[in-house]
């Protein structure tokens, strides 16, 4: 299994909204094929870091989706932050 993480830092009167928009998202990339869940996580930083963690089955599963239309119009839609990072990790135990 593979985990993605994106990660960045929402200035305090931006969080909530950060939230709402992640909170009602398409939901295209739900459907698929390898994709297992996200998850969405908020600090309780007065600027709060906000995760957004997906699971796939495996790497090529991930970059099927990444190289989707869906993907691109779900990046665009989001307006990426510039301190954004991204990283990949394999699970290798449960």
Not at 19 to 45: H, K, T
């Amino acid at each position: 299994m593979i985990v993605a993480i994106s990660r960045f830092r929402a200035p305090p009167e931006e969080a909530d909204g950060w939230v709402q928009r992640l909170q009602e998202r398409s939901r295209r990339v739900d459907g698929y094929a390898g994709f297992l869940g996200l998850e969405v996580l908020r600090s309780f930083e007065r600027s709060p870091e906000i995760l957004l963690v997906t699971r796939w089955t495996d790497r090529d599963a991930m970059k099927a989706y990444f190289q989707s239309e869906d993907f691109q119009r779900a990046r665009g839609a989001s307006a990426a932050q510039e301190d954004a990072t991204f990283a990949l990790y394999e699970v290798v135990a449960t």
